[in-house]
């Protein structure tokens, strides 16, 4: 075999040789390759597209506690346009600690701390059914346990006066006893829950400087 064949025989081998690791570098994930970029999660480029605040789009302190086309969504947005500061969920809030404060006041025959709170309608009942239970000898011992429910159910705005009332339903808890002169309980329990539910309407006039809401109207 002559030199120059050998010589092709020998490059040829190396040749070989250095296809070979070329292959099996490409063919690893090491050294500077960039690494794959995962693809996008339809799902989740939509739940972030929900989150977007558009102008102009539904307010969602009002379209997250009624349906945006009903008629409870147009009044919530008429108070809000006489009265830029006010919001559904901070009114929510505080009809919650309201219908604690006079459910309790009630119970007890005490309306004097939450007179502001009340209208003279509402006021006049109260103090009718508390003295016709003091008339019995009748005493009620309640305790609160809480709220298991609060909806908003209806809103009304009066163009003319102003006037904005809204109605919350309510699924109250609480333990009560009724005791008679002689201090013997002649209904409900210490221990069990008394679980009820409450239609209560609240108005106020928008844009004025008393920020309280009155209870109006009771019902289931």
């Not at 006041?105 to 003091?134: M, P, Y």
């Not at 011992?141 to 909806?151: K, M, P």
Request: aromatic content about 6%; charged content about 25%.
């Amino acid at each position: 075999m002559t030199n120059p064949v050998i010589q092709l025989l020998v490059l040829a081998a190396i040749a070989i040789f250095l296809i070979l690791r070329l292959r099996s570098v490409l063919g690893t994930r090491e050294g500077f390759e960039k690494p794959p970029v995962p693809r996008a999660d339809p799902a989740a480029s939509e739940a972030r597209q929900k989150f977007e605040v558009i102008e102009g789009g539904p307010d969602r302190d009002i379209t997250d506690h009624v349906d945006e086309n009903s008629a409870a969504a147009k009044a919530l947005a008429a108070m809000k346009a006489a009265e830029p500061s006010f919001n559904v969920t901070e009114f929510l809030q505080g009809a919650r600690g309201a219908y604690e404060m006079i459910l309790m006041a009630f119970e007890r025959g005490d309306l004097d701390q939450i007179k502001s709170f009340l209208s003279n309608d509402i006021h006049e009942t109260f103090t009718r059914v508390i003295e016709e239970r003091r008339a019995e000898g009748l005493t009620i011992e309640a305790t609160f346990v809480g709220i298991s429910d609060l909806t908003l159910v209806a809103a009304e705005f009066n163009e003319k006066t102003h006037e904005g009332e809204v109605s919350v339903r309510f699924g109250g808890e609480q333990t009560s006893v009724v005791r008679n002169a002689a201090g013997d309980i002649v209904e409900g329990s210490t221990t069990d829950i008394k679980r009820q539910r409450d239609v209560w309407s609240f108005a106020r006039s928008m844009g004025t400087n008393d920020p309280n809401w009155q209870l109006v109207a009771t019902g289931e």
